[in-house]
């Protein structure tokens, strides 16, 4: 099982990003994005299981962010409007069975590399 973020890069405030995600080897019901500034701890961002149906983290500006997956592809993405300058950070992929402990990073099996986000101001 192999996971492959991309996406990311450097991006002025208020513009978009939208990352992708492959994951290749096998089918999981529980994708999800977390992101991991230095010296902090890996943060849930969202999550999204087979059928599409997706949460987000309690703080998170959902007006902002979209998490969507296509099957077919077994790809996952996180669309992030509005970029704040508090949005860089590497966002990493994963990938895990059905869970409801979709927030913790010990719900998932597998990781991508990540794949870095710097919004400038």
Request: glycine share 6%.
């Given at each position: 099982v192999q996971l492959q973020a991309s996406g990311g890069g450097l991006v002025q405030a208020g513009g978009s990003l939208r990352l992708s995600c492959v994951v290749s080897g096998r089918t999981f019901s529980n994708l999800a994005w977390f992101r991991q500034v230095p010296g902090k701890e890996r943060e849930f961002v969202a999550a999204i299981g087979w059928s599409g149906e997706s949460i987000y983290h309690e703080n998170a500006e959902k007006d902002r962010l979209t998490i969507s997956r296509d099957n077919a592809k077994n790809t996952?993405?996180?669309?992030?409007?509005?970029?704040?300058?508090?949005?860089?950070?590497?966002?990493?992929?994963?990938?895990?069975?059905?869970?409801?402990?979709?927030?913790?990073?010990?719900?998932?099996?597998?990781?991508?590399?990540?794949?870095?986000?710097?919004?400038?101001?």
């Open positions: 996952v993405y996180l669309q992030v409007n509005s970029l704040k300058t508090e949005d860089t950070a590497v966002y990493y992929c994963a990938a895990g069975p059905y869970t409801r402990s979709h927030a913790y990073t010990t719900a998932y099996l597998f990781w991508g590399q990540g794949t870095q986000v710097t919004v400038s101001s």
